[in-house]
């Protein structure tokens, strides 16, 4: 017969020992013991970018991919663009976005989501652009947090071996900033 | 609303699995009122908000059997952040809809099922995730690009306007702002020592709160909330019925939902909803909302407010559990709700006017008792088991305005003195959805 997994007090132990052997019990204050045990959960997804792939596609090739509303009325105008306009409903037609903004908002992320971690610290920051009615989020490099300030100039930089995600574009300061 | 229970938010409960949390919570509720017997509820809403954290799908309908409820009606309620105020919601509309007479809102999160930094990319998920997710899509740094300009388009640009140099003028506003914020931090994790139900009551000071690991500039630890697991439970039914029950009902008067873009990137730069006790030249220069305020804040609030009768939320109501993910989120959505307007809510906290008057936070809070916001600790000190937060609110509510806090808290020190009437609020995404509910003692104290 098996022996019963180790028997720790503190979370932490638990834990570690779920590294080791993948099964622990956990005794609390009251002196309830509850068995602990890990497992794994992975999946590979198959995803489309469906209408939003002409943009991804546009950064392979340097180029960044607004939209603009074709309804004569309304033409407003999205530096993350969708196919429909949320203002009025009409259809939007791509256009290309200067490749020159300011910095709208900025923050470093000293943490983040595990599968950041590694890359920490990075900037994100919101690019508005001369002309454009709405934003777009990207990576800020070559900056550091106190070079940084709202409504500084920034322009765009491209992946030269694209991997067909929102990181095949981010932004530097720009020239004389 | 005629009881609730709450289970105390902890890191990880690893004695009780969601079933078994739900179920305490619920003993708890019932055993204040034994006319109140599992037949005569009617159905149930059950909240979680993912099933990332549970890699359990459809747990909801395990809730439903441990309790025992089948083969009453049910249904599972998520809305990111907001999924307990939106169970809340649920329940009371399908009392006053009448197709139940009686209904049990129950909602819990085991979020220490996967470690920290895992649990924020569960949560940073719920951004898009062509768009914002792989930028290193994680909610801290969400937050932090709302609250840079918050402070830029409130403090850089009121309190230092003077100054030339830009990068000189932001960096001394952050400074402002940080000090300000934190010292909501202070207060939410002052007034949790008071309350049992808290994963981290402490003392700080406003320099511990600064010195706190920097999260995502400026946004540092002590202003965070955490990962917690918990569950928490209210049940509420008509009005004829809850007489039967107990003598001190609490009213639900108003409710109300606003919603805003998934992405920060889309929201657009227009004019301000106003208050009833607002005028439109207030804000002739404020691009509205940008991604400085929460316009599904503002939404929610005026809906609430509306059907409740309120046209100054800052006389009308006597306290606020808000939510409080981020200290700055609390400050903005001071603002969002109407307690001041918008621009005045670093003042408003340097006014003490959300503070308790009778605790002292070590520093002076002049106007405080004016509308103390998180009385309980809010999340920043409670801990925030999505599915549950909204509903523990709920929860706090109630017996703020039954008068039974030192029954609950085992200490009156958090009692707000003939607490009226409060409000609830349940906040998702970067403000992609927010509930706002609006809780009215219902009998003569």
């Known amino acids: 017969m098996k022996e019963k997994p180790p028997t720790f007090e503190k979370f932490r132990d638990v834990q570690a020992e779920l590294e080791r052997s993948g099964a622990a019990i956990f005794r609390d204050k009251d002196g309830v013991e509850s068995l602990v045990i890990r497992y794994p959960y992975s999946i590979q997804y198959i995803h489309s970018y469906a209408e939003d792939s002409p943009f991804f596609l546009g950064l392979a090739e340097g180029k960044l991919k607004g939209s603009k509303c074709t309804a004569r009325r309304c033409g407003t105008t999205y530096a993350t663009p969708r196919s429909h306009c949320m203002a009025c409903g009409a259809p939007t037609a791509w256009i290309d976005l200067p490749l020159r903004g300011r910095l709208h908002s900025w923050t470093t992320c000293h943490f983040g989501s595990e599968a950041f971690l590694k890359e920490t610290p990075y900037n994100l920051a919101l690019v508005e652009f001369d002309g454009v009615d709405s934003l777009l989020l990207v990576r800020l490099k070559d900056a550091q947090e106190s070079d940084l300030y709202v409504g500084m100039p920034v322009e765009a930089r491209f992946d030269p071996n694209p991997r067909y995600s929102i990181t095949d574009v981010w932004f530097v300061p720009a020239a004389g900033a | ?445």
């Open chain 2, 1 to 445: 609303m005629v009881t609730g229970g709450v289970t105390k938010f902890a890191k990880a409960h690893p004695a009780m699995d969601f079933r078994l949390m739900v179920k305490r919570a619920y003993d708890y509720a019932l055993r204040g009122i034994p006319n109140l017997t599992k037949d005569r509820i009617d159905g149930t809403r059950i909240s979680y908000f993912s099933d990332h954290f549970s890699r359990q799908l459809k747990a909801a309908s395990m809730v439903q059997d441990y309790l025992g409820m089948n083969p009453k009606g049910s249904v599972r309620i998520e809305w990111g952040g907001a999924t307990g105020g939106e169970c809340f919601q649920a329940a009371y509309e399908a009392v006053a809809s009448g197709r139940m007479d009686v209904c049990l809102a129950a909602g819990y999160e085991t979020m220490s099922r996967v470690a920290t930094w895992k649990g924020n990319e569960f949560i940073a998920l719920a951004s898009d995730t062509n768009f914002d997710f792989p930028l290193g899509g994680f909610y801290t740094g969400y937050y932090a690009l709302m609250v840079v300009r918050h402070i830029y388009e409130y403090i850089r640009k009121r309190k230092f306007g003077h100054i030339t140099d830009e990068r000189e003028a932001q960096r001394r506003a952050i400074a402002e702002g940080s000090r300000i914020m934190s010292m909501v931090s202070v207060k939410n994790h002052l007034n949790a020592l008071n309350n049992p139900y808290a994963q981290y009551p402490k003392r700080l000071t406003v320099d511990d709160v600064l010195r706190s690991e920097m999260i995502s500039y400026p946004l540092t630890r002590e202003q965070i909330c955490t990962m917690s697991d918990g569950a928490a439970v209210a049940i509420l039914c008509d009005e004829r019925r809850a007489r039967e029950f107990t003598d001190r009902p609490v009213r639900i008067i108003g409710v109300g939902c606003g919603t805003d873009t998934m992405r920060l990137a889309d929201r657009p730069f227009g004019k301000v909803p106003l208050m009833p006790n607002e005028k439109e030249e207030d804000y002739q220069s404020l691009a509205y909302p940008g991604v400085h305020s929460f316009r599904a804040g503002r939404a929610a609030g005026l809906e609430a407010y509306r059907m409740a009768g309120i046209t100054n939320p800052n006389r009308e109501l006597d306290f606020i559990e808000l939510h409080d993910a981020y200290a700055s989120s609390e400050i903005q959505t001071y603002e969002d709700l109407g307690l001041c307007r918008y621009g005045e809510g670093y003042d408003f906290v340097e006014r003490g006017d959300p503070f308790l008057k009778t605790i002292d936070y070590g520093f002076p809070t002049p106007n405080a008792g004016a509308i103390p916001v998180n009385p309980s600790g809010g999340l920043i000190a409670c801990g925030h088991p999505v599915g549950a937060t909204g509903l523990m609110q709920g929860v706090f509510a109630f017996w703020q305005l039954q008068g039974t806090i030192q029954k609950h808290f085992g200490s009156k020190a958090l009692q707000i003195p003939n607490a009226r009437r409060g409000a609830i609020h349940s906040h998702a995404g970067t403000g992609s959805s927010v509930t706002v509910s609006i809780l009215e003692r219902g009998f003569r104290p």
